[in-house]
């Protein structure tokens, strides 16, 4: 049985190449999927990219990914700071969690943005990368699975 990866991508990150490009990059939502799936294939897992701006949706993503998954790589984006919904889902999960975020959240000119209250429940956090950070958090997935 092939194992999954859930990538899920909370607000705004849809408008990733276009929005802020001076913090997150020109590089695009649709580029960040095709290279997970690169990493992924490398590494023998199944896929599952999605993006919300809801609140709710994400925590049924969650859910959805809640058990049997190889993990999940979440970029909670604005869902970091208050989202306690999305974060009691994470909870439930039994997969290792990564937390992603395409800029380095410690040295953003915002305080309150280095404070994720995902981070209480992810396996691990990368945070500055850009879109690589995506492929590592994914190659770490994969290297967990294999055992």
Same mark, same amino acid.
Do not use: Q, W
């Given at each position: 049985m092939t194992k999954t990866v859930h990538i899920l991508n909370g607000?705004?990150?849809n408008l990733l190449g276009e929005r802020e490009p001076e913090i997150y990059g020109r590089t695009t939502l649709a580029d960040i999927e095709t290279l997970? !799936? =690169?990493?992924?294939? $490398?590494?023998?897992l199944e896929v599952v990219f999605r993006q919300t701006n809801a609140e709710h949706e994400m925590v049924e993503l969650i859910q959805?990914?809640?058990?049997?998954?190889?993990?999940?790589v979440i970029n909670p984006a $604005? +869902?970091?700071? $208050?989202? +306690?919904p999305v974060l009691d889902a994470l909870k439930a999960v039994d997969c290792p969690v990564i937390e992603v975020h395409l800029s380095n959240?410690? !040295?953003r000119?915002? $305080?309150w943005r280095a404070k994720s209250?995902?981070?209480?429940?992810?396996?691990?956090?990368?945070s500055g990368l850009g879109a690589q950070g995506?492929?590592? =958090?994914? !190659?770490?997935?994969?290297?967990?699975?294999?055992g």
């Open positions: 607000p705004n990150l997970c !799936r =690169a990493e992924a294939d $490398a590494h023998g959805a990914a809640r058990k049997g998954a190889a993990g999940i $604005a +869902f970091s700071y $208050a989202a +306690f959240i410690h !040295r000119d915002e $305080a209250i995902m981070t209480a429940v992810s396996t691990g956090i990368i995506y492929a590592l =958090a994914v !190659r770490h997935i994969g290297t967990l699975a294999r």
